[in-house]
Each structure stands twice: as structure tokens, then as C-alpha cells.
């Protein structure tokens, strides 16, 4: 197994700059299938909105796996009703993402103008991603040195000389003027200074990169954006792979952390091996914590309910919280 953290957490960033009104994104089913993180906010449509009514008022089928409400993450059953604060888990089909935006009424614009603050191996692979995809990208590096540097391997990217720390020459720099800004110094607390800034400055999208994730429960009533841990990442590769190890079959295909790793998404590829095959969910005895988000089969992708059924060869997305332990597909039943 060969991981490279840094090369992970460019190529998650990328997919958060895309779909600038989500928090966090992760991809399943061969990118057929998202779990995407929102925050619910005063003015949002979701305040004090009731699960029941969701798919009304967004005007497409999701499904909310997972609350997150005062730093514990809550399985929410329909009658369960959104709060101002609330971080919500939303399964959905990858196709369905920007009409869940536009149902919510949250406008994005395509991001054509980046502001990297630090110029370290994340950057560096970021700023290769994006200046492909046409994307103007400005990088702050404070090492002069390092700048000729990048400077010689980025040709498309502006370099810039200077201390990214220094409000005053992020100002000259027209800092206020960027879609997005992402902060990628080697310090945690700085890359929380520059992001909380750019808040207040009006920067409409702000990725914060934090070497440690040991107080998210305090870091959730920060203005930080999205925030993405190369560590964390790097750990669901490693986690999916032991996984794998351990049982080989009916392992997981993917694992992903959320809910600040209260909970835990996973994805499995229904095998003659598995138990309940073509039989209603209705029917189906799930343990305690286990929740089956999606269901993925060769041509459509559905947000299940109790008629739903999988088969031989279907993808399904399982999210699971509290004290369930799932190493294998047929660990989620009774």
C-alpha cells in the first residue's frame, strides 16, 4: 500500500472548490454516489425544517444519514427537526448535487480565481490541478528560494514573495477579490488566522488545512469553511486496507470518516456471499446503528426505502454510528 497524504488532500480540495456550497465531499459507487456536508445557518431553508418535508423543498430525493448538533452526531429519524448550527450528512446521487444547491437556494459560481496561502507540497499539487483546468491560481510563499522554485515548475501559476501572516500585504495583494482562498502554511493556528480573515473580508469559499483534528468540537463554531486533514485522510486509506486484509470477502470498497469520526460511511459490493439478496428491505433485520443510505445498481442510483432491494453486483452505502463494528457486508444484519 503506497499513500502520498499530500497528493490526497490536493485532489479533495479540487472537489471542494468545485461544488463551492458543500463543506465536504465524499464520493462512492465509482463517483456515482456523495456524502456531502452542509451547515445549516439562520437564513438557510432548512432552519427548523422537519426531515419529512426535505425532499419538497429541495425538489430532488436525498436522505440525511447523520446530524451533527452541539458536537454529537444524532441519527435522525423524519420527524427530526433542523436546528440553526446543525451540520447535516446528505447521501446523494452525484447528479442530484447541484439541484440540491439550487433548491436551497444557495448560489454558486464557478471558482476562477484562487488565493493559496503557503507553498508546500499541497499547494504545489493543487496549483497543478487547477491551473489545468484553467482556473487563475495566485500563491503566497514567504521562502525565497522556495518561490524560484515553484516558479520553474508552475508557469502558469502568479508566485508571490511575501508573508502571507501580514494582513497588510494580503490587502495589496486584493485579497477581498478571490472566489476562494485556501490556507496551506505549516502552522495550524496561522492557517485559522488567514481563513477567519478571509471571512470577514467577504471571500465567499474558504478550505482551511489543519495538521491536527484533536478539538473539532471547538473548531465547529469557527468561521473556518471547509476543513481538510492530510492525516485523516491518509488513515482512511490505511483503515480501508487493513479492512481488507482482515476479511477478504464482502470488505469494504471505501471508508470515510464523518460526523467528526462519531460515524462512519462505508461502501460494499453486494457478492454471491450476501445474505438477503432480492428481498425488500422491509423485510430485513439491520443491526442497531447500521443505516443503508444508497443503493447503487448498474444504471440508476437510488435512495432507498422499503421496497428497495439490492442484487448481485449493486453498490450499497452503509453509514453506521455509536458502537456498531462493521469489517464485512453481512456484519450489518441481525
Known sequence: LTVNPEKQTAAEIERLLR?????????????????????VDGKSK?????????????????????????????????????????????????????????GLGIITHKVSRVLLAGGGKVSFYLAQILQKSGVAVQLIEQDKDRCLLLAGLLPK???????????????????????????LTGLDELNMVISLYGKSCGIPQRITKLGRMDNLGTLDNLSLGSVVCPKELCCNSI??????????????????????????????????TTLHCGIPLKKINVRRNVLIACISHSNKT?????????????????????????YQINDIFQ
Open 157 to 183: 501559476t502568479c508566485i508571490v514573495h511575501g508573508d502571507a501572516s501580514s494582513f497588510t500585504f494580503l490587502e495589496s495583494e486584493g485579497f477581498s477579490g478571490f472566489d476562494a482562498l485556501v490556507t
Open 46 to 102: 432548512l432552519c427548523n425544517t422537519s426531515l419529512n418535508d426535505l425532499n419538497a423543498i429541495i425538489r430532488c430525493k436525498v436522505l440525511v444519514c447523520t446530524v451533527l448538533r452541539n458536537g454529537k452526531a444524532v441519527a435522525p429519524d423524519g420527524n427530526f427537526v433542523l436546528r440553526e448550527g446543525d451540520r447535516i450528512y446528505v447521501t446523494a446521487p452525484a447528479n442530484n448535487l447541484a439541484m440540491l444547491l439550487s
Open 19 to 39: 461544488y463551492p456550497g458543500f463543506l465536504k465531499r465524499d464520493t462512492f459507487a465509482k463517483g456515482r454516489v456523495e456524502i456531502v456536508e452542509l451547515e
Open 239 to 272: 483503515v480501508r486496507y487493513v479492512r481488507a486484509l482482515q476479511n477478504q470477502a464482502g470488505a469494504a470498497i471505501s471508508v470515510h470518516s464523518i460526523a467528526n469520526g462519531q460515524a462512519e460511511a462505508m461502501e460494499f459490493l453486494v457478492d454471491k
Open 302 to 326: 437510488e435512495i432507498p426505502n422499503g421496497e428497495s432491494s439490492f442484487s448481485v453486483g449493486d453498490t450499497l452505502i452503509i453509514v453506521t454510528s455509536g458502537d456498531a463494528v462493521v
